[in-house]
């Protein structure tokens, strides 16, 4: 579409920013909170980036006024952040712990009484050790129910008071990494486990859906999926394929549990016939097709770019793929062979640039993704996470000039406009992060935020807050509702 003129961005626009418990709390004993599966997993030699863990991360459980006053002074319309269900529930089935309630309670007021919008996102990744020990964490149902009972201790303390509830945060990538390259916990390698692992937690974002619709009639719920849109390398009608297969396993495979209430057609009956496909019991079918999310929130960083496939034509001159960052590792022997693998060969795309971390930069890809959605599924849609993660300088008078941040952020903006013009739905846009924040695998070396944290993997230093360039950016984008964004 063309358009002559942009739509001016909605004047409700939510003009936002994230965070993840794990990622800026701190505080990972406090108030009788009990460990997560990352205050484990973190232990293993070799995980994470010089062995950095959440312990006190940039310690927002201590800093949260100081850190919602930045967010009044910058105008932020909306901030999404994650419960750790651990301090709701420490052992993650048993008694409800009041002092948790009370500290997201006492945020959510801070919030609100700063005319910021809380978006409360309930799972980003943090299971409770104890339901990981003691059922299995995702491979049993009865992590379902506990994950039930602890979206209803939230619904009833703050049902009232927040609107936007996401599930979900990027299912595809804590399960993928979590059961199929082990880079998160609980460090599987098995695609059967992991198709089984999924569709148990699909069962836990239905039963939180169905939950809420009793509980929160006025909020509005959805889960945040990591998307990527996937191009094909050339014409030639292979790479055309092995796109639409990258299609249908990275995206849709996801997608259309959430939006229709049903796996999609291809990859289930692909998954059968390698015998990896989850079971899936007829009450488990009624109660997928029983919810549909409100909105659905979208994560967008990079998409990929498709080559043939690795059954019929491998290829040697594969994407680099990284050495540290398991988001782009390459699948090891084994797992090569693992069958679903190689319906397509991942390639690197020509036309893109890359972050540090090798993610190719595609602010044009982020309107593919909006259109495809918007097109395929046809809910509304909430940006819950898009940004850069870079090296950034504290400079000797305390500033910090990241000008590649703003130009990455402006970009993605300015195609996020093109695409509300096209007439894709959407709620608002919360950039990752509001603050810098411990990078679950890349410690603070690879920031992301509008503040500047001072510390680093090795010293808790101050912990002061800085304000970035990229700080007065975004309030002048806020404060125009982004009218200058073209
Ligand atoms: C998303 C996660 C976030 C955040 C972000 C950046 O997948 O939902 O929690 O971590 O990615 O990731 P990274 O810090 O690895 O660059």
């Known amino acids: ?146 994950f039930k009972k602890y979206c209803q201790a939230l619904f009833e303390r703050l049902g009232k008071k927040v609107k936007y509830w996401v599930t979900m945060n990027e299912q595809n990538v ?27 937690v699909n069962l836990a974002n239905a039963e939180a859906i169905k939950l809420f619709r009793k509980m ?46 049903k796996y999609p057609k291809f990859v289930m009956k692909q998954l059968k016939q390698l015998e990896i496909a989850p079971e899936v019991t007829a009450e488990d079918a009624k109660l997928l097709a029983s919810v549909k999310p409100d909105f659905l929130g979208i994560n967008y960083y990079h998409g990929g770019t498709a080559k043939t496939n690795r059954i019929e034509a491998p290829i040697e001159e594969e994407k680099e793929f990284s050495k540290t960052d398991p988001y782009l590792m390459q699948p090891k022997e084994e797992q090569a062979v693992s069958p679903e693998v190689p319906m397509f060969n991942s390639v690197a795309n020509p036309y893109l640039e890359k972050t540090d971390w090798g993610w190719e930069i595609d602010p044009v890809g982020f309107r593919v993704a909006l259109r495809r959605i918007q097109a395929r ?37 300015v195609e996020l406009r093109k695409a509300i013009t096209d007439g894709v739905e959407i709620i608002g846009y919360c950039a990752w992060s509001f603050t810098d924040l411990l990078s679950w695998l890349n410690g603070y070396k690879k920031r992301y935020g509008f503040v500047y944290i001072d510390r680093d993997e090795h010293e808790e230093r101050s912990l002061e807050r800085i304000p970035k360039d990229s700080f007065y950016w975004y309030q002048k984008v806020i404060q125009e509702n982004g009218r200058n964004l073209q």
Not at 23 to 52: C, H, L, N, R, Y
Not at 183 to 197: Q, S
Request: aromatic share 14%; with cysteine; proline share 5%.
């Open 1 to 146: 579409m063309y358009h002559k003129t942009l739509d001016a961005f909605p004047e409700k626009f939510l003009w936002g920013a994230a965070s993840a418990a794990y990622q800026v709390e701190g505080a990972w004993d406090k108030d009788g909170k009990g460990p997560s599966i990352w205050d484990d997993f973190v232990k293993i030699p070799g995980k994470t980036f010089e062995g950095t863990d959440g312990e006190v991360a940039v310690d927002h459980y201590g800093h949260y006024k100081e850190d919602v006053a930045l967010m009044k002074k910058m105008g932020l319309k909306a901030y999404r952040f994650s419960v750790a269900w651990s301090r709701i529930i420490p052992d993650g089935d048993g008694e409800v712990n009041q002092a948790g309630l009370d500290f997201y309670e006492a945020l959510v007021d801070e919030l609100i009484e700063n005319q910021v919008e809380p978006v409360l996102t309930l799972y980003h990744w943090d299971l409770p050790q104890a339901l990981q020990e003691r059922y299995g964490g995702w491979e049993s149902r009865k992590t379902v129910a506990a």
């Open 174 to 200: 804590f399960i993928s990494l979590g059961y199929r390259w082990a880079a998160h916990p609980p460090a599987v390698t098995d695609v059967k486990r992991m198709y089984a692992a999924s569709h148990i």
């Open 216 to 261: 929160v009639p006025e909020g509005l719920i959805g889960p945040s999926f990591g998307y990527g849109p996937m191009y094909p390398l050339t014409a030639d009608p292979q790479d055309v394929l092995a796109a639409e297969n990258g299609e249908a396993f990275n995206n849709d495979w996801w997608l259309s549990v959430y939006c229709f209430g």
């Open 377 to 413: 599924y046809d809910l509304p849609i909430f940006i819950t996470e898009n940004g850069l993660g870079a090296i950034d300088q504290l400079t000797a008078d305390k500033k910090v000039h990241d000008q590649y941040r703003i130009d990455y952020l402006e970009k993605h903006l």
